[in-house]
């Protein structure tokens, strides 16, 4: 079973940053891929990025590519979204996903089977 818990989401104006954490307990395999998501009201939810843990292959949406950088911590088992250069756009509850055992790099949400609670983040302008 995984967990997943992120935080750092909250109230920045447009071109400003903000770090998101998202700590995971549980197995990790090779093929372990750990991505975001975001969900704005009324729309679907959509990928944001993604990164392989072993290896740390990274995928980005185009609309934060250049923007945002995810990462990860091997030793406190999370993952990070480092948000730069906000937009009003960027507003939405952002989502960690787990998916465990993947041949590559999913940009489907349905792909992944862990989510987290989401953290709310608010870009004003």
């Known amino acids: 079973q995984v967990q997943l818990a992120e935080s750092g989401g909250g109230l920045v104006q447009a071109g400003g940053s903000l770090r998101l954490s998202c700590a995971f307990s549980?197995?990790?395999?090779?093929?372990?891929?750990m991505g975001w998501f975001r969900q704005a009201p009324g729309k679907e939810r959509e990928f944001v990025a993604a990164?392989?843990?072993?290896?740390?292959?990274?995928l980005y949406a185009d609309s934060v590519k250049g923007r945002f950088i995810i990462s990860r911590d091997d030793v406190k088992n999370t993952v990070y979204l480092q948000m730069n250069s906000l937009k009003p756009e960027d507003t939405a509850v952002y989502f960690c996903?787990?998916?465990?055992?993947?041949?590559?790099?999913?940009?489907?949400?349905?792909?992944?089977?862990?989510w987290g609670q989401g953290t709310q983040v608010t870009v004003s302008s």
């Open positions: 996903a787990c998916d465990r055992q993947a041949a590559r790099i999913n940009v489907l949400a349905r792909q992944y089977a862990y």
């Open positions: 549980g197995r990790t395999f090779s093929g372990t891929v």
């Open positions: 990164i392989r843990w072993s290896g740390s292959s990274t």
